[in-house]
T-cell receptor, first 119, second 107 residues
Framework: QVQLQQWGAGLLKPSETLSLTCAIYNGSLSGHYWSWIRQSPGKGLEWMGDVNHSGVTTYHPSLISRVTISLDTSKSQFSLKLTSVTVADTGLYYCARVKNGPFWYFDLWGRGTLATVSS | ETVLTQSPGTLSLSPGERATLSCRASQSVNSNYLGWYQQKPGQAPRLLIYGASSRASGIPDRFSGSGSGTDFSLTISRLEPEDSAVYFC????????FGQGTKVEIK
C-alpha cells in the first residue's frame, strides 16, 4: 500500500533552517494535495501548508514569511523548509496526503520527525 | 481561522461503556470538511471519520460521527481497551485547523 517516509535534520540552533523531505512509496503525487503538519505540547496539531500535484502552494498565514513547500515529481517527493527557526518551532513534524474533493481530509500520514531547536 | 473546541478534555470510562466526544466550531463548517482522528502514544494520527459521518476504511462500526454546522460529535458505542487514545477533530475550510483533543482513558 502507499506509504510516506520522511526524514531530515532533527537538531537545530536558533536562526537556522529546518529542512524535511517526504517520499511517496507505492503511489503517485498526481491527483492529491500534500501537506506538512506539526505537533507540539503548546500548540497542538498545526497545519503548516500544502502543495498540489502542479506545485501550487498554500501556507498557514502565521508561517507564510518563513515556510516553503516544494515538489520533486521525478523522485515522488515533497519537501518543507522553515527558515529562522526559534525554540517555539520545536516539535514533531508530519507529512500527510490530502484527500481532496468532495471530502477533504488527511488520509495518510508519515511517522513524524522530531525537530528540536536549542542553542 | 476556524477554532475547534473539544470537550471534555479527558474521558475515563470502563470497557463496554459508550463515549461521546464533542467538537464545537467558532463558525459554521461544511460537513464535507470535518474529520476525526485517533492518536496513540508514539504514533501519527489515524483517520477515523471523514465528511462528519463516514467511517474510513478498516474502522470498526463502533465508531460513528454526527453533527452539522458548528456542533459535531464522535461516539464510540462500546469501548474496548485498544480505544485508549487522544481523539482530534479537524476541519479543512480555509486554513485547516485541529481541535485540542480529548483523551479517552479505559478504566
Amino acid at each position: 500500500q502507499v506509504q510516506l517516509q520522511q526524514w531530515g535534520a532533527g537538531l537545530l540552533k536558533p536562526s537556522e533552517t529546518l529542512s524535511l523531505t517526504c517520499a511517496i512509496y507505492n503511489g503517485s503525487l498526481s491527483g492529491h494535495y500534500w501537506s506538512w503538519i506539526r505537533q507540539s505540547p503548546g500548540k497542538g496539531l498545526e497545519w503548516m501548508g500544502d502543495v498540489n500535484h502542479s506545485g501550487v502552494t498554500t501556507y498557514h498565514p502565521s508561517l507564510i514569511s518563513r515556510v516553503t513547500i516544494s515538489l520533486d515529481t521525478s523522485k515522488s517527493q515533497f519537501s518543507l523548509k522553515l527558515t529562522s527557526v526559534t525554540v517555539a518551532d520545536t516539535g514533531l513534524y508530519y507529512c500527510a496526503r490530502v484527500k481532496n474533493g468532495p471530502f477533504w481530509y488527511f488520509d495518510l500520514w508519515g511517522r513524524g520527525t522530531l525537530a528540536t531547536v536549542s542553542s | 481561522e476556524t477554532v475547534l473546541t473539544q470537550s471534555p478534555g479527558t474521558l475515563s470510562l470502563s470497557p463496554g461503556e459508550r463515549a461521546t466526544l464533542s467538537c464545537r466550531a467558532s463558525q459554521s463548517v461544511n460537513s464535507n470538511y470535518l474529520g476525526w482522528y485517533q492518536q496513540k502514544p508514539g504514533q501519527a494520527p489515524r483517520l477515523l471519520i471523514y465528511g462528519a459521518s463516514s467511517r474510513a476504511s478498516g474502522i470498526p462500526d463502533r465508531f460513528s460521527g454526527s453533527g452539522s454546522g458548528t456542533d459535531f460529535s464522535l461516539t464510540i458505542s462500546r469501548l474496548e481497551p485498544e480505544d485508549s487514545a487522544v481523539y482530534f477533530c479537524q476541519q479543512y475550510g480555509g486554513s485547516p485547523t485541529f481541535g485540542q483533543g480529548t483523551k479517552v482513558e479505559i478504566k
